[in-house]
């Protein structure tokens, strides 16, 4: 982000928790510089400046496949997987092929609040589902479907961020996946999982660690799982995939978009692919939790230190986020414009809600691109802010 | 393309007159591969690979601004463009944005196979406008308008390619560009005008050589302009640029899309804004045009001498694309199976229409990605064939 892109009020100076960026130091690794240097002297160069495979570049589908199928012990092949420009392009076409306009998508409240734009640019009607701190409420899920049902709707899909989601840091248990997944069977809909997070799982993503996932669980059936190289790689590549049963991706693979565009940005997926066979994206991820656990448990002792009792946050065990719960006093609004007075900046709770005003007593703190001292220094001076916001 | 990808019955001797492909010997110039490598080593690669401005990479926006206010003579600033990932991009964009489902799209007859197929997947009814070798017929499109107008419907958007025309290769003449937006004024329609092969007029694009585009025609009213780096750079770098007033550019920077992904492409983006800072790009563009002009003259000579009497064809001034005409005993579904079986691969008419019967007796040769002597023996095996073809 250059200055003439800050939002307004923000300066270079500004402590930046509100964006869910990764840290600009990790972007370039000695190793991906050098793939991108093998992959442009390389004839391979040609293949990737044209139109690609529709599925994507072969070789990368082929090194997801296997990353997935070795980290979730599952039965996989590469008709499950196809390269996507980036998770935004997956919420998109998933949207448009498997919601009908006026039709009904399931969210969490909170939820992603660029999926849910994305969603309504649509034409979708959205129907949100309340969490706790386990993650979404399965028998609030099934009351929602059923009033649907009895208004003679049906939600074409569930859309979950089930680790370290966003906003909340929460991870939605093993359990409550199964039950979801049973629900989804009964009542007929796909669940659309937004896994993106799950590879910055602090404690890494072996067995019991991170709950397995919808699509793990569900035996591939009824699911369609995305992720990307936005967290752990570099946002500006672009670059994702989707996972889901073969005659789903076919789908995806044979609409409008991939057919007249052909595979996701052949040139940058030629690269990655190339990074990744050279075997440093594990090394890397390794070392990116070990980052963002760091910053987060920064977090976590600045808000212990420093913030009034009655304030209420949650505790990621992966990902970028945390959420606070304000008392009924204290208004985000308020805390969000005295914070950016003060030099920090923070995400309001409102605009991750279908309703608004349920998110009026919360804030989203992003501990991925800040350093620890930002963190620390901003979670102090939020701290003070929350206090003088308190309507009296 | 690699073996794996080829279509059914295709082996790499095909010589390929089906798809509208750029010659892949053109992909890699040492001016773009010193443009990548200057990128990748130097600071500006930490922005490159971050989320990007939502309107996209500035220093591409700024440059494609001055080009096109320098070659079209037009009143245009920055907030007039924004960077796309490629014509799919903006297509399915506009789509999703200015035409409701259910809504009604205006679409040339024949017109190009992958936008109307982004437009089904969107729910868009479409209505075809009859064309004539000078383009589409201004006074068959205000009655089809006139007719859906009567039964309540208003089209969202006419869909167009106006120069070098995909698939026909023809051109409107700019008098029916004029009558055209004074219907989409009286009927309050926009002009959505794909003109990725603007650039490759054989004859170059200065004034009176190509029309003005409807966006210059229109003084940038009620136009969204679409360009790309596919045709005339390189497809898998899956990038382009989206042209239009400031509110509408305003529109598809707010949507879900672009607030979710931040601007398209950031990595290549600035790979390419290097790169046509450098002066090269146009240099390229010309030789470009010289490349496919002998190709397409080849191909029309060839034509001439080896076709039976009762085929036609359209005479290019510029892109990829011959559009032929076949007698009533002649299928084009019959040609294209017993072309392949002899080593050469064309398009059948149907799929560009959407009444696919309508195309039955047509053909689209592409002379962009095979070499002159390629397309020779191409079009005489072609001449065989339809002979071959006749229904008797």
């Known amino acids: ?91 998109d076409m998933v949207a448009r092929l498997y919601a009908r306009a006026g039709g009904v998508v399931l969210v969490e409240a909170p939820t992603y609040v660029d999926a849910m734009h994305i969603f309504r640019d ?5 129907c ?22 009895a208004n003679g709707k049906s939600p074409s899909f569930l859309y979950t961020v089930p680790n370290f989601h966003n906003p909340t840091g929460s991870t939605l248990s093993e359990a409550r996946r199964r039950e979801i997944i049973g629900l989804a069977r ?30 793990a669980l569900a035996q591939g059936k009824q699911v369609l799982s995305i992720g990307n190289f936005s967290k752990t790689l570099a946002p500006g590549l672009r670059l994702g ?28 997926a030629n690269i990655v692919a190339e990074y990744c066979l050279s075997g440093h994206w594990e090394t890397h991820i390794v070392n990116l939790r070990s980052l963002y656990k760091t910053r987060c448990n920064v977090a976590l002792a600045a808000l212990e230190q420093y913030m009034p009792t009655d304030v209420g946050w949650t505790r990621p065990a992966g990902g970028f ?30 605009g991750f809600f279908v309703t608004a005003v349920e998110g009026e007593h919360n804030l989203r703190l992003a501990f991925s691109c800040a350093a620890p001292g930002e963190i620390e220094t901003g979670i102090c001076i939020l701290a003070e802010v929350i206090d003088r916001s308190r309507v009296r």
């Open 186 to 215: 009964t009542y007929g809909f796909l669940i659309v999982e937004d896994d993106v997070y799950r590879d910055l799982s602090f404690e890494g993503v072996t067995e019991g660690v991170v709950p397995g996932s919808f699509y």
């Open 122 to 126: 649509h034409q979708i009607e959205l």
């Open 321 to 350: 986020f945390i959420w606070l719960s304000l008392p009924e006093n204290v208004f985000a609004q308020d805390v969000k414009r005295l914070a950016l007075q003060e030099g920090v900046l923070v995400a309001a709770g409102e």
């Open 241 to 268: 995939w989707l996972l889901g049963a073969e005659d789903d991706i076919q789908r995806c693979v044979n609409c409008g978009t991939t057919q007249m565009g052909g595979g996701a940005n052949p040139f940058v």
């Open 1 to 91: 982000m250059t200055a003439q892109d800050l939002p307004q009020g923000m300066t270079e100076n500004t402590i930046p928790l509100m964006l869910g960026h990764p840290d600009p130091a990790t972007l370039l690794t000695p190793e991906l510089l050098h793939a991108m240097q093998r992959v442009i002297s390389s004839p391979q160069v040609y293949t990737a400046l044209q139109y690609g495979p529709e599925q994507g570049t072969q070789s990368l589908i082929k090194f997801l496949v296997e990353k997935i199928k070795r980290e979730q012990g599952l039965s996989l092949h590469s008709g499950n997987l196809m390269v996507v420009g980036g998770s935004t392009h997956a919420v």
């Open 128 to 149: 949100s589902i309340p969490m706790d701190e386990d993650g979404l409420i399965p028998r609030e899920l099934e009351k929602q479907v059923a009033h649907l049902s």
